[in-house]
Nanobody
Framework: QVQLVESGGGLVQAGGSLRLSCAASGHTFSSYAMGWFRQAPGKGREFVAS????????VYSDSVKGRFTISRDNAKNTVYLQMNSLKPEDTAVYYC?????????????????WGQGTQVTVSS
């Protein structure tokens, strides 16, 4: 079984920064790809960013491009999301997810494993 645990969420003022972490356990992720999604109240799950586990290929949504950076630490089995210049519209529950093979597809339906989510709230 694969377990994904997010951390690092919280309350921050607009223009500030947060760094989210996703720790994976129970499985080696050498053949997996990782993604970050978010869900605001009353809305569907939205793609944020993804990264291949083996190489450095990355994909970002247009709404976060230039502000957010996804990265990984293979030795720690951990994926990060550095969020800068945060806006109130970034407020959501952020989820870490994993899929069995890398793709630039941004659909949440293609991801097999999900964390429990961490709340990010950006105040005006």
């Amino acid at each position: 079984q694969v377990q994904l645990v997010e951390s690092g969420g919280g309350l921050v003022q607009a223009g500030g920064s947060l760094r989210l972490s996703c720790a994976a356990s129970g499985h080696t992720f050498s053949s997996y790809a990782m993604g970050w999604f978010r869900q605001a109240p009353g809305k569907g799950r939205e793609f944020v960013a993804s990264i291949a586990w083996i190489d450095d290929d990355t994909v970002y949504s247009d709404s976060v491009k230039g502000r957010f950076t996804i990265s990984r630490d293979n030795a720690k089995n951990t994926v990060y999301l550095q969020m800068n210049s945060l806006k109130p519209e970034d407020t959501a529950v952020y989820y870490c997810a994993a899929r069995r093979s890398w793709s630039r597809d941004t659909s949440a339906n293609d991801y097999n494993y999900w964390g429990q989510g961490t709340q990010v709230t950006v105040s005006s």
